[in-house]
């Protein structure tokens, strides 16, 4: 995913080049970024609680013992 942000941002900015971007693209650009982190904060935070789940069942016994 890094890579592909480096690339857009290297497509975005040139290599010191003309660019026809303007302040608004870039920061609807960065809008898209900030909204992309949060979606993957919030699945993050969601696996983490079922991992959670997941090991605290594993450490209860089970009923048929």
């Known amino acids: 995913?890094?890579?592909a942000v480096d690339h857009?941002?290297?497509d975005f900015l040139g290599a010191g080049?003309?660019?026809s971007l303007s302040v608004h693209?870039?920061?609807k650009f960065q809008s898209e970024?900030?909204?992309h982190q949060a979606i993957k904060t919030m699945l993050d935070a969601k696996v983490s609680f079922a991992i959670r789940m997941f090991e605290r069942n594993d450490c209860l016994?089970?009923?048929d013992q």
């Open 1 to 3: 995913m890094k890579n």
């Open 8 to 10: 857009l941002i290297n």
């Open 17 to 19: 080049q003309e660019t």
């Open 25 to 27: 693209d870039l920061r």
């Open 33 to 35: 970024l900030a909204r």
């Open 61 to 63: 016994p089970s009923s």
